[in-house]
């Protein structure tokens, strides 16, 4: 009964942070999907718009759970004892940020591990900061993410929607 903790900016939840959720967890018997809320770091949406996005989309699923946290991560999974790190990986440069984070994380603390899942082909081209720099421009990035998702970029980027519904 391994739980495992999934973390990262979600800034917004795409349908590749989805898939990994959903294999993710049938893998472990909870998952604690953490919004991380880092001081230095300039996000599209807040802290709420990001933790109701999450929690919205993982309603359906009994064994995961969503929280925010403004600490380090592995004293978020020591707090609800969980003994993995999840992380996807799309590519080599993915591969080489993650590897690093999850030596530092190792170096925190020991007993928890780190566990790499590779994106879904379908999805590995997925990336927040690119749907939010297609979605300023008006873009349809309704094959990339929720509708709950695409509703609230559209509210966003009012002018750049607006332009691209009206043609
Ligand atoms: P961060 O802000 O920490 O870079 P994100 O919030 O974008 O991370 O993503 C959280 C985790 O999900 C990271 O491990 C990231 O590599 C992974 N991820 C993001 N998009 C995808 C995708 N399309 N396929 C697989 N993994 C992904």
Redesign the pocket.
């Known amino acids: 009964m391994v739980k495992a903790v999934?973390?990262?900016?979600?800034?917004p939840?795409?349908?590749?942070?989805l898939?990994?959720i959903e294999r993710a967890r049938t893998i472990f018997s909870e998952i604690h999907v953490v919004v991380?809320v880092n001081s230095e770091?300039k996000y599209l949406f807040s802290e709420q718009e990001r933790l109701e996005l999450m929690s919205e989309l993982v309603k359906p699923w009994d064994n995961v759970f969503v929280h925010s946290w403004n600490n380090l991560i592995v004293e978020y999974a020591r707090r609800v004892d969980a003994r993995v790190l999840?992380?996807?990986?799309?590519n080599l440069a993915?591969f080489s940020?993650?590897f690093d984070?999850a030596m530092m994380n190792r170096g925190l603390n020991r007993e928890i591990e780190t566990i790499?899942?590779?994106?879904?082909p379908e999805?590995?081209?997925?990336?927040?900061?690119a749907i939010k720099e297609l979605a300023s421009f008006g873009g349809d990035v309704s094959s990339m993410v929720p509708p709950n998702v695409a509703i609230a970029l559209g509210k966003k980027y009012p002018l750049a929607h607006q332009q691209a519904i009206s043609g």
Do not use: C
């Open positions: 999934y973390p990262g900016s979600f800034d939840p795409t349908f590749g942070h898939n990994i991380a770091k999840i992380r996807g990986v799309r993915d940020y993650e984070l790499f899942l590779s994106t879904d999805y590995f081209v997925l990336r927040s900061s």
